[in-house]
């Protein structure tokens, strides 16, 4: 499996980015408005469209609305503990057309990557990409051996990494094995549990303390919408390990998986939780429904299934369009603990909510790895 270093991107112009020096905002009732810090002054119209717009919705859960002595509106985020001036609702507008109202949301499931990236300028950014063997677009990129099936390689690969001596401001967990044979890896785990989750567990364990001197800074762990379809504790409601790695007699492929991605979730949202109060945020994302890609190598029957599906799937840029809002877009600096799916932020399954299932698999994911290799994990 190979990691991907993203070092630049060109910069580009849509007709919603703003020009340099504008900053949208909205007032107490909605309404968004523009200000022009180079001439100080602030107008209704969108200074590209001359459009004016509101926003919509109510806040999200934990958000609050106050005002500055100024009679500035911010908002407060309780669960993260930070301000802003910024609407978390900017994703979604209604523009003030009294005739045809129109609600819309700024991205979603048939947007592509480089439309997210319109307008991003991501000169000096250090990215990394966990199994990006292709679709990366007008970037510095640096090819790097990681195999995520071998916890002595993930080692090697971030001791690699250090010895460049460069930040780390986004690190996609992106690599995955589906459709597998039942197999042990040469740590003694089943592999599609380790490549998916404890792989990349170790990794950001080995690269937290770069993240951090890098803040702000940003994880994403590609999962699925096929977490939902399992569970991962006994009927007790404790974690139970023979889920996540079964033996040869109970193994299933499919379900392999599924606790797998969801695995992602609940380490996602641990992770954000210990490392939020340092400047480094953490996020899980379904890339596409039955998005077309060479994941489902390894069985005939996913091959002829996904070959059939594919007029219907996502394309390569439309799954990954996800995973780069995550890893770009200003409105989510600083917010993290989350799950999206088609650009848009929706709720996991309860299991995957759950923060003493979090706890419990982070503890686990440490004893395995201490375990196989005989030291601390971080």
């Known amino acids: 499996m190979v990691a991907l270093r993203y070092a630049g991107l060109d910069d580009t112009d849509s007709e919603d980015e703003l020009p340099p020096g504008w900053e949208e905002r909205t007032t107490k009732d909605g309404w968004v408005y523009y200000a022009n810090h180079t001439e100080e002054k602030t107008q209704w119209e969108h200074p590209k469209t001359g459009k004016r717009k509101r926003v919509a919705g109510d806040l999200p859960y934990g958000w609050e609305q106050e005002t500055d002595e100024n009679g500035q509106v911010f908002f407060v985020d309780h669960i993260n503990k930070r301000t802003t001036y910024l609407d978390p609702r900017l994703a979604f507008t ?21 439309e997210i990236l319109q307008g991003r300028d991501f000169t000096g950014k250090v990215v990394v990409v966990t199994g990006a063997n292709s679709g990366i677009h007008k970037a510095k990129v640096e090819a790097m051996t990681l195999d995520l099936a071998l916890l002595r390689s993930v080692q090697h690969f971030a001791e690699a990494f250090k010895a460049k ?10 690599a995955a094995a589906f459709a597998l044979s039942w197999s042990l890896t040469k740590d003694g785990l089943e592999t599609i549990f380790q490549v998916n989750h404890l792989g990349h567990f170790y990794l950001v364990q080995l690269l937290q303390d770069v993240l951090c001197r890098s803040a702000p800074a940003r994880v994403i762990v590609v999962s699925s919408e096929s977490h939902r379809f399992t569970d991962i504790n006994d009927s007790l409601g404790t974690l139970d390990f023979s889920r996540l790695s079964p033996s040869k007699s109970d193994y299933w492929a499919m379900l392999a998986y599924n606790r797998s991605k969801l695995c992602n979730i609940l380490f996602s949202n641990e992770l954000h939780r210990r490392l939020s109060p340092r400047g480094v945020t953490s996020n899980a994302v379904h890339p596409g429904n039955m998005m077309y890609s060479n994941i489902h190598r390894g069985w005939w029957v996913y ?14 840029q439309q799954g990954a369009a996800t995973t780069v809002y995550c890893a770009a877009a200003p409105e989510l600096e600083g917010l993290g603990g989350m799950y999206f799916n ?12 759950s923060e003493e299932t ?17 030291s601390q994990s971080g």
């Open 342 to 353: 088609n650009c848009c932020r929706c709720m996991p399954s309860p299991e995957a909510q």
């Open 165 to 174: 001596n460069v930040p780390l401001h986004v690190l996609v967990c992106n």
């Open 303 to 316: 091959t002829l299934l996904f070959t059939l599906a594919r007029p219907f799937t996502k394309s390569m």
């Open 358 to 374: 979090a706890r419990a698999l982070w503890a686990l994911s440490e004893r395995l790895i201490q375990e196989r290799l005989g």
């Open 94 to 114: 209604v523009d003030d057309n009294p005739t045809k109202p129109t609600t819309r949301q700024r991205y979603d499931g048939s947007t592509t990557a480089m």
